[in-house]
């Protein structure tokens, strides 16, 4: 049995935040609900940043949606925008929430400090959950005192408009009616949602950034070059792009911060090999190249 979600807020507005905003604001399924969605940021430019975001990427949807008539395309945009709440009050926003998800910086501290600021604010009722890519929930949750059965995992894929899959992560606390809850948004934005354990990496990136360690260790033991390496995984394994590709779209610094994490403190993970962060990734990373991101990682852009 599930509660019903009748409005969330999202407390970041950059790439991430500002496309799970656009999803839930798009959603034929949660505009016949009603559902309520608001924007939050520290700052009117971060908020006009995201609104420029989303404004783009609706643009594209549209353009493709409405095949070039630009008055109903416009339209779009702008009904779709209208649906969106935009605020720099995170506290006044989690106070009518039923849901807030948090797409802030990747870091534990803000991370906790953020929702033990919201814990006072939110109903006890609201449900709390976070779409880090790699730190643990149940960490993040301990900032919270009595909220524990309703704090999640809720971990989108970028860009999120497109991308198909939501991880609802659950910790040995999450209850039943939460889960239910959250998969219920995630069906309702349009979206598959996959059950998975409060683990490092949760599904994808447990699999994906060690495939993508070893690569690179494969490239500095000489074994092959990497543009080698990317055509044999998209010629041979049939993926979309290969792991040097992949690590230039996720970002460098990004790659690097999640396997440092996971060698200092993983669980099950810490000092393994699997993990070990390259020397070569480490030099990218010092040089200021992340990748797509900047213009240069593996490669240029």
Same mark, same amino acid.
């Given at each position: ?5 009748k ?15 656009? %999803? ?5 399924? +949660? ?12 700052? !009117? ?9 989303? =404004?783009? %990427?609706?643009?594209?949807?549209a ?36 849901l #807030?998800v ?11 400090? +953020? ?14 959950a976070?779409?880090?890519? =790699?730190?643990?929930?149940? &960490? ?5 005192l009595?909220?524990?059965?309703r704090f ?8 999120v408009?497109?991308?198909?899959? $939501? ?6 606390e999450l ?6 809850s959250?998969k ?9 949602? #996959? ?8 599904? $994808?990136?447990?699999?994906? #950034?060690?495939?993508?360690? !070893?690569?690179?260790?494969?490239? &500095?033991?000489? &074994? ?25 779209y996720?970002?460098l ?21 699997l993990?070990?962060?390259?020397? %070569? ?5 010092e ?8 213009g ?6």
């Amino acid at each position: 049995m599930s509660s019903v979600i009748k409005s969330v807020s999202i407390i970041g507005a950059g790439l991430m935040g500002a496309g799970i905003a656009q %999803s839930i604001a798009a959603a034929p399924a +949660l505009i016949a609900k009603g559902v309520a969605v608001t924007l939050v940021d520290v700052g !009117e430019d971060r908020l006009a940043n995201g609104k420029k975001i989303i =404004s783009s %990427s609706l643009a594209r949807v549209a353009k493709k949606k409405f095949d070039g008539d630009k008055a109903q395309a416009d339209a779009f945009v702008a009904d779709t925008l209208a649906r969106i709440t935009f605020s720099t009050d995170a506290g006044l926003a989690a106070a009518h929430s039923d849901l #807030v998800v948090e797409a802030i910086v990747e870091n534990l501290d803000a991370k906790q400090k +953020l929702f033990r600021d919201l814990d006072t604010r939110a109903p006890k009722t609201t449900i709390f959950a976070s779409n880090t890519s =790699s730190l643990p929930i149940s &960490e993040i949750a301990k900032s919270t005192l009595s909220r524990r059965d309703r704090f999640a995992g809720l971990h989108f894929f970028n860009p999120v408009p497109q991308m198909k899959l $939501v991880e609802i992560v659950r910790t040995q606390e999450l209850s039943d009616t939460a889960y239910a809850s959250l998969k219920d948004l995630v069906v309702g934005m349009g979206k598959v949602g #996959v059950e998975c354990k409060d683990t490092p990496g949760f599904i $994808v990136n447990r699999l994906l #950034v060690p495939y993508m360690l !070893e690569a690179i260790r494969m490239v &500095e033991r000489g &074994e092959a070059s990497k543009e080698d390496v990317d055509i044999a995984m998209k010629l041979g394994a049939g993926y979309p792009m290969g792991p040097f590709e992949l690590a230039d779209y996720v970002g460098l610094d990004t790659t690097k911060f999640i396997t440092e994490g996971w060698y200092a403190s993983g669980k099950g993970l810490q000092g393994k090999e699997l993990v070990s962060p390259p020397a %070569s990734l480490g030099k990218l990373v010092e040089e200021g190249k992340f990748g797509r991101k900047n213009g240069e990682g593996f490669y240029k852009y």
